[in-house]
């Protein structure tokens, strides 16, 4: 399986500062993920990115970007940090099984804005 | 509507108990389906696919009605283990992202 890890795995910051995520993985997957959770939700898709020239927005990319650094990298970045991202963030690899996808997710980042 | 709902729960069950979850789905293209396990405040982890004709993974039975739009998942002889939550999930393709429900909680007392 993929090893996926995040860093930091806990941040607390201000509202306004600039925060990087980091996510890396060693099984040389392709695509990657940038997800959050807010209690009682399910989880929402940021960005994604198939290859290392490849970057699209998921369902709620307003107030984030990301960087594909390379195959073994993507970052997630909040150039100003509000409360309501607030939430715990999950980097994913995924690798084809035959006719889908199978996702592997990291430990998470828990992110708080104060 | 909502792309994909579950039950919150929780489902309060006694070891051995055999519990079901269900799940609904709106995206009728939707082509490949999945169950994914969480544990409180870690990753979500795959427990299985979702095949159209069934599949059973020891004391786990999912099953998917197309007609319906619906998912559902079967756990026997429930283990205090099997406590967490379960995730509902739908892609439209294979290989294509994923839509995740909120989840069901189930917690198993001895």
């Known amino acids: 399986d993929a090893d996926v890890t995040q860093t930091p795995r806990n941040r607390i910051t201000k509202t306004g500062k600039r925060i990087m995520l980091e996510c890396s993985q060693t099984?040389?997957?392709?695509?990657m993920y940038w997800y959050r959770q807010d209690p009682g939700l399910g989880l929402q898709l940021i960005y994604y990115s198939f290859d290392v020239k490849d970057i699209n927005k998921g369902e709620i990319s307003d107030g984030y970007s990301v960087s594909r650094q390379a195959q073994a990298k993507f970052s997630l970045s909040l150039e100003s940090a509000i409360p309501n991202q607030t939430a715990l963030y999950f980097c994913?690899?995924?690798?084809?099984?035959?006719?889908?996808?199978?996702?592997?997710f990291g430990p998470g980042t828990r992110l708080t804005v104060l | 509507r909502k792309e994909v709902e579950q039950d919150p729960g929780p489902f309060n069950v006694p070891e051995g108990a055999t519990v079901a979850f269900n799940c609904t789905y709106s995206n009728s293209a939707s082509q490949s389906f999945f169950w994914y396990r969480q544990d409180c405040r870690k990753e979500p982890k795959l427990l299985m696919s979702?095949?159209?004709s069934g599949n059973e993974d020891g004391r786990f039975t999912a099953q998917l009605n197309r007609a319906s739009q619906y998912i559902s998942l079967l756990i026997r002889d429930s283990k205090l283990s099997d406590s967490a939550t379960y995730l509902c999930v739908v892609s439209p393709s294979g290989y294509s992202t994923l839509t995740f429900g909120k989840g069901t909680m189930l917690l198993v007392s001895p």
């Open positions: 979702v095949y159209s």
């Open positions: 994913a690899t995924s690798v084809r099984r035959g006719a889908f996808y199978e996702q592997f």
């Open positions: 099984k040389g997957h392709d695509r």
